[in-house]
């Protein structure tokens, strides 16, 4: 299945606090644990580099 995820919380460079940590811990689980599906990330910002 094919699914697409709001990273956009992801964007906030200065503040890697809150929405960022929630939004960074959520992605590393699912690549880590789902590997049957494929998701797409959506973002106004680059993907970070541990990412």
Do not use: H, W
């Not at 503040?15 to 959506?42: A, M, P, S, W």
Request: net charge positive.
């Amino acid at each position: 299945m094919k699914i697409s995820l709001d990273a956009a919380a992801l964007c906030d460079r200065n503040n890697r606090f809150g929405n960022y940590v929630f939004t960074q811990n959520i992605i590393k689980g699912l690549q880590k644990y789902d590997k049957e599906n494929d998701y797409t990330l959506y973002s106004f910002c680059r993907r970070p580099a541990d990412l």
